[in-house]
């Protein structure tokens, strides 16, 4: 449907601001984003993009820890220790690497913009008024609004970063070396991504968890593999432990714990969350309300409050996802500019944790189950049965399949696997159309193959015809 010509402004070019700029553009509207930093955000220059990059590195190190077993020798590698010896890492080319694929990655996202006609603004923007943005001696004004600034990492008071020997994730790609004795604070999704890579490349990682176990608020069978193979690889995890402050000590950093511990290494990371980057930007005066966290405030079709202004991404704090930020971006450009839209629906969000091995989840989760929400049957396989994991050496993870009773609807799933990132779609798939576990079962997987474990899943929860009236 052609639409009349309609003036957007988006503050940020992240996944949120980036994705709402094309979708607006192929509507047929005048669209101006604005970016401090540059296109594709922090997604694409310092935090997902660099970060995955890293660990395709890792990962690859990985392999060739496993790689005794299958019957391969690489000279002075001591396999079992995952220990380099004549194999090792380079990190200027490393680094480099990473970084040079974000800038390459940042282009591609402008060259986008700019085949779709999008105007670009460089220069950090604030509110003049609820729809208009200021950046240097330009004032934009539209009848749309986009916030779509993004979030920083978080900071511990008594742990301020100096981007030598304490760090963010944001400083790691600058180091000239890799960590020798990495500490890091904080075993969410983030810490335990790095504290997997890093162990992997060679430094030896001790991870200072405040819970009783890594990921606390992951499928708790897939923290648990998860865990299990980190300190099998020679990863110190101090559980329960939370860091008080962290300050240099000669060529190193001295770690301090409310219990009065001290734990020392040569570097250590921060990875204790993300905050809304929404102060400083005027959002007050221009009548748009935050939380008490700073957050903006959106509805399912990421509208805020205020006529005409809407919100995508970690600004809003909905789901700190790339994916969720283009959707939301994407969303409240088709309901500004009069398109049909489907609210956000945040049980349909695959997402993964790219530890190795890789924990991937879409639906319904355990928790849900386990506080009575969600009646669902549940199936968990573990891959150590699979014919494929048997030959590629997977010893760690599993599948586990949600079901609703009677009727016998895909819910949700768990994978815990190398690639469990690219699996996943099989259940996403499940979920988002609303399949049955016989019609999963009967739809064929290849042999020898992981995905053969999902149709196996399904098959245990099928149920004989009588059970199912
Ligand atoms: C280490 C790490 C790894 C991650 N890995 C994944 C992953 O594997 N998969 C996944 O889905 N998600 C991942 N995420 C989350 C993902 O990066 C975020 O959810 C995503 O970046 C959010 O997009 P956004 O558009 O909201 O913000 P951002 O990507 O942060 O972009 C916001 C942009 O706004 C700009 N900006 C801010 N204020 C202003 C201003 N006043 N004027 C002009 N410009 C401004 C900033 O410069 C920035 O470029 C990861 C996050 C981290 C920290």
Same mark, same amino acid.
């Given at each position: 449907m052609s639409q009349p010509q309609a003036d957007v402004a988006i503050l940020g070019g992240g996944p949120g601001g980036y994705e709402a700029a094309l979708v607006a553009a192929q509507l047929g509207a005048r669209v101006t984003v604005v970016e401090a930093d540059g296109l594709g955000g922090a997604c694409v220059l310092t935090d997902c993009v660099p970060s995955k990059t890293l660990i395709a590195t890792s990962e690859t190190m990985g392999m060739l820890g496993g790689s005794a077993d299958l019957g391969i020798r690489i000279e002075g590698y001591e396999a079992r220790a995952r220990r380099p010896g004549s194999v090792s890492v380079d990190p200027p080319r490393l680094y480099g690497r990473v970084k040079a694929l974000a800038r390459a990655q940042s282009a591609d996202v402008a060259a986008r913009l700019a085949a779709e006609g999008v105007k670009v603004v460089t220069g950090r923007g604030r509110l003049a008024g609820p729809r208009t943005v200021l950046t240097g001696d330009q004032e934009i004004s539209a009848g749309v609004l986009l916030l779509a600034t993004g979030g920083l990492p978080r900071q511990l008071p008594g742990a301020e970063p100096d981007g030598e020997r304490i760090l963010n994730w944001r400083h790691l790609y600058d180091l000239a070396e890799l960590p020798g004795e990495l500490i890091v604070v904080g075993s969410g999704v983030t810490g335990a991504e790095f504290a997997s890579a890093y162990q992997a490349l060679g430094s030896q990682v001790t991870l200072i968890s405040s819970r009783d176990r890594v990921l606390p608020n992951e499928d708790p069978d897939a923290a648990v593999v998860v865990e299990d193979v980190f300190r099998r690889r020679g990863m110190t995890v101090l559980s329960r432990s939370r860091a008080a402050g962290v300050r240099r000590e000669g060529n190193g950093v001295a770690v301090t714990l409310t219990d009065g511990r001290t734990v020392r290494g040569s570097h250590c990371l921060l990875t204790v969350g993300v905050v809304p980057a929404t102060g400083d930007i005027g959002l007050e005066e221009a009548g748009i309300r935050v939380d008490g966290r700073g957050f903006v405030q959106v509805d399912k079709v990421s509208r805020t409050p205020a006529p005409g202004v809407y919100a995508a991404g970690d600004c809003t704090g909905v789901l700190m996802l790339a994916s969720v930020a283009a959707m939301q971006g994407r969303i409240a450009m088709w309901h500004a500019l009069g398109e049909a839209v489907q609210p956000l629906r945040l049980d349909h969000v695959a997402a993964t944790i790219f530890t190795e091995p890789e924990i991937a989840t879409v639906g319904v989760s355990q928790a849900a189950l386990d506080s009575g929400q969600v009646d669902a049957d549940v199936v968990k396989l573990a891959l150590a049965t699979n014919a494929r994991a048997k030959m590629q050496g997977f010893r760690d993870g599993f599948v586990k399949l949600f079901a609703r009773p009677r009727t016998g609807t895909v819910l949700g799933g768990v994978v815990v696997a190398p690639r469990a990132s690219e699996l996943i779609l099989a259940v996403s798939l499940a979920v988002r159309q609303m399949l049955t576990v016989d019609q999963m079962a009967n739809t064929f997987a290849v042999y020898? =193959?992981? =995905?053969g474990s999902l149709t196996e899943a399904a098959r245990k929860l099928m149920r004989p015809e009588e059970d199912a009236r």
């Open positions: 020898p =193959s992981l =995905s």
